[in-house]
Every structure is written in structure tokens, then in C-alpha cells.
């Protein structure tokens, strides 16, 4: 009998924006850090693979998903209401494997972690009690790029934590501290609406590979080149649950000799194969790929959307 598993699968698009206005809302990070008046230390936890951290809005405590394949802040739409947007703009929000059109939508007059505040963003509602549900968690929403633009963004899996770090319109950051941690490397980005597509290789064979964190495990397009599927080793069968709930079934397996650089490069990476026609699409681009979960998990990463760079910061030396 084959292995087959259930697990929870998203990646988020969202476009053309049309809004309603509503009360002025706050969501606040009872756990964050404040390091100085520019940047917030989160800490967060896995759930399976996902970056969930705790968060207080509209008198509710739960949990959001960091979300970088997110354009836009998404809220739960079993713990919230919205009006339909009185605005003619169409809008619907595609996955890998589904299209939802036309959620309905939440204006936040101002977004504050702890004592940074973001003002005048706007919010999806949409039903994401299936994830919810899947997780056990109390999901009040997931937090996207748009949130996340205006920050330089460590994502360190080592210490389960993330650092939001104000920037200004060329990126450079406003706390002119340095991080304690080493820089050890720095790769370019190219951004396709608000998706991360960097430029990577197998065995010489160059590919364009997503970023985002809510990628519970990498993807693979099963339309690839032959010659970079020989490096992809099949092991079992997934079943995948899409923003929507429907459901399809895919191949499982690790992904062999993927590099960034000379310097960053990856230990064999859990990967499914899969049709990301419909995500190409939308991008109007190619993406051979998405690297999620796996990828941050072997790299502490900085995300500065400004700049469109990538910076790489060394693990400690662990004393045997």
C-alpha cells in the first residue's frame, strides 16, 4: 500500500486592490522585544512548518502566519467581518493549486507591533478555517509582504525568533547598529509583484526558485528539464491542501545540489513536484521553483525588499 500523507500547502497571491473603509483597528505583539525606537525582536513558533507568531487584535489573542508569498495582510474570516468593497476593482487571490475570488476586505486605519505602527493598510478576509483547523492553532490571519516591505527582516531559525528593522526608501536601515551576528554572504533578488525570485543552480543548470516562508516544504515544477529532474529523488506520495481546501495529490522527495553561490549552498532538501503553471501566470515570469521552509531552516536569512538582497548569517559554532 503507498505512503500517503495529508499536509497543509499555501502559497498566497493577491491583486488589483479595491478597499472599504472601517474603524480605526490596532494589532499588537505582546511577546516582541523592543530593541530601540526602529527595530522589534518577535520570537515565533513552528507549527509543523510554518512561522506562527502570537498577536492581539480587536480584543482577540491568536496566532499569524509569517507569510512572504503573502501580498497583503490576511485576516481569518471566522474571527472577522468585513463589508464587500463598494469599489468596481475585481480582485481574487491564486494559490498553486486554486483560484478564490473576490475575498472581502478590512481597512486597518493602524497596524502597531509593540511600539512600531504602521498606518493605513489594507487587509483580505478570507476563510482560512480549514488551516486552522489543520494546525490546531487559532489562527487570526497571515502577514504578508506589504507589512513586511518597509523593514529589513532576519529570519533566524536557530534562535526562533524575527527581527523587523525600519528602513527608509533606499533600504538602508535606521537603527545604525550592526547586527551581532556575522554577515557571511549576500545574494540579489529580483522582485515579481511582492514574490522573492532569486537565481539559483543544479549541477550548473541555472533556475529561478520563489522565496516564502510559508512554503511548508520546496517545490519543484514537474515541467522542468529533464536535467534538473535526475537530481530530484522520489520517495513518497503528499497529499496537498490548498488556501481554498481543494485537494491534490503530489509527489515527495528530496532535491540534490542546490546552490545560491559558491558560498551558500544546500544540504538535500525535502521538495515536491508540482504544476506551478497557474502561480507562473499570474507572476506573468517563470519560476522553475519554490524554496521555502527547507531553505530557511539550513540558512538565518535577512530579507531587505528595498535593496533586493538577500543577506546570509553564520550559524555559531556548536562546542562538541
Do not use: C, W
Not at 251 to 270: E, N
Not at 287 to 302: K, M, S
Amino acid at each position: 500500500m503507498r505512503n500517503l500523507f495529508t499536509i497543509l500547502f499555501f502559497v498566497i497571491v493577491t491583486y488589483s486592490h479595491g478597499f472599504s473603509k472601517g474603524n480605526p483597528k490596532t494589532i499588537s505583539f505582546p511577546k516582541a522585544e523592543i530593541l530601540n525606537e526602529h527595530t522589534t525582536r518577535i520570537p515565533f513558533k513552528l507549527i509543523d512548518n510554518l512561522i506562527v507568531i502570537e498577536a492581539e487584535l480587536l480584543k482577540q489573542k491568536g496566532d499569524f502566519i509569517i507569510d512572504t508569498g503573502s501580498e497583503s495582510l490576511i485576516l481569518n474570516k471566522v474571527h472577522f467581518k468585513a463589508r464587500k468593497s463598494l469599489s468596481s476593482s475585481s480582485k481574487e487571490t491564486s494559490g498553486v493549486i486554486d483560484v478564490i475570488d473576490n475575498p472581502l476586505e478590512k481597512q486597518l486605519r493602524e497596524f502597531i507591533i509593540q511600539d512600531i505602527t504602521i498606518e493605513d493598510k489594507k487587509s483580505d478576509v478570507i476563510d482560512l478555517s480549514h488551516i486552522e483547523t489543520s494546525k490546531k492553532i487559532h489562527l487570526l490571519g497571515i502577514i504578508g509582504y506589504d507589512i513586511l516591505k518597509d523593514y529589513e527582516v532576519f529570519i533566524d531559525m536557530y534562535l526562533n525568533q524575527i527581527t523587523l528593522s525600519r528602513v527608509n526608501s533606499k533600504g538602508q536601515k535606521l537603527d545604525t547598529r550592526p547586527y551581532l551576528e556575522k554577515i557571511i554572504d549576500t545574494v540579489n533578488f529580483k522582485l515579481r509583484k511582492h514574490t522573492i525570485v532569486v537565481e539559483a543552480s543544479i549541477d550548473n543548470h541555472n533556475l529561478k526558485f520563489g522565496l516564502d516562508t510559508a512554503a511548508e516544504y520546496n517545490q519543484l515544477n514537474k515541467r522542468t528539464s529533464k536535467k534538473i529532474l535526475k537530481y530530484f529523488y522520489p520517495s513518497k506520495r503528499l497529499m496537498l491542501i490548498g488556501a481554498s481546501g481543494r485537494k491534490i495529490e503530489v509527489m515527495a522527495g528530496k532535491l540534490y545540489r542546490v546552490k545560491l553561490s559558491d558560498q551558500i549552498y544546500f544540504a538535500p532538501m525535502t521538495t515536491l513536484l508540482t504544476n506551478l503553471n497557474q502561480m507562473n501566470e499570474a507572476f506573468g515570469t517563470s519560476l522553475d521553483g519554490i524554496l521555502g521552509y527547507e531553505f530557511f531552516r539550513q540558512q538565518r536569512t535577512i530579507i531587505n525588499y528595498k535593496k533586493e538582497k538577500l543577506y546570509f548569517v553564520e550559524y555559531p559554532l556548536i562546542k562538541q
